[in-house]
């Protein structure tokens, strides 16, 4: 298994572009998320998704969309890139099923952007 | 809201001393309690976790027990590496509430 697997690695882009993240996962998972991580903030929630055509808003999701199509892929775009959109971003996949707060997490490697 | 508060660090240690990280929570609904690590350079991966009261998570010798009088789930080692250089992110989720709620992180550098 690949597990949870996140491209790019690294992104640079300038204010105003917009593009794709893709995270993908091999693990059967329903539930899959995408995260922020800042200095001195943690990780704070932007979208999430309980199985294939299901999504809802986490903590910060504006500028952000997601779809769900398939149950392996969960891409997040960027409609209209902004400075404050520079950040480290992960995706993240659990079980989904039977007590959800109970599962474990697994996240991919990230993908580091940056918007001038 | 559910809501985790952790030491701040950074926090510097040498080899073999004992760590306490703390971690307390507030949460609605019965909240199952989480450790996070992520290594320079890579995602998060869990270090243990407790899903009720009293229960103690416990992996690669760090220990940490759920105290639902206290709110708390400090995370200790006895004698740490440096090998443990990291930074540990406390979280927690509650039933009906299944978003994973993270602390700000602790990073922690080891030196020989």
């Known amino acids: 298994n690949a597990g949870v697997t996140q491209t790019p690695k690294f992104q640079v882009l300038k204010t105003g572009q917009s593009m794709t993240l893709q995270c993908a996962q091999d693990?059967?998972?329903?539930?899959m998320s995408w995260y922020r991580q800042d200095p001195g903030m943690g990780l704070r929630l932007i979208h999430y998704?309980?199985?294939?055509?299901?999504?809802d808003q986490g903590e910060v999701p504006n500028g952000y969309n997601v779809s769900r199509s398939t149950t392996e892929d969960f891409p997040l775009r960027l409609l209209s890139a902004a400075p404050s959109q520079t950040s480290v971003y992960f995706c993240?996949?659990?079980?989904?099923?039977?007590?959800?707060?109970?599962?474990?997490?697994?996240f991919g490697p990230g993908t580091r952007l940056t918007v001038l | 809201g559910n809501s985790v508060t952790q030491m701040e660090g950074p926090v510097t240690l040498s080899e073999e001393a004992f760590l306490t990280i703390n971690c307390t929570y507030t949460?609605?609904?019965?909240?199952?309690l989480f450790w996070y690590v992520q290594y320079p350079g890579e995602g998060l991966q869990l270090l243990l976790k407790?899903?009720?009261?009293?229960d103690k998570g416990s992996n690669k010798g760090f220990e940490a027990t759920y105290r639902k009088e206290t709110t708390s789930f400090h995370l200790e080692k006895g004698s740490v590496q440096v090998s443990d250089s990291a930074v540990y992110f406390c979280?927690?989720?509650?039933?009906?509430?299944?978003?994973?709620?993270f602390g700000t992180g602790t990073r922690l550098t080891i030196i020989p």
């Open positions: 949460a609605t609904g019965y909240p199952s």
């Open positions: 407790a899903t009720k009261a009293d």
């Open positions: 693990m059967n998972h329903e539930y």
């Open positions: 979280a927690l989720s509650s039933f009906g509430n299944e978003k994973l709620t």
């Open positions: 998704s309980v199985g294939a055509g299901i999504t």
């Open positions: 993240a996949s659990s079980l989904g099923q039977g007590v959800i707060s109970t599962d474990t997490q697994y």
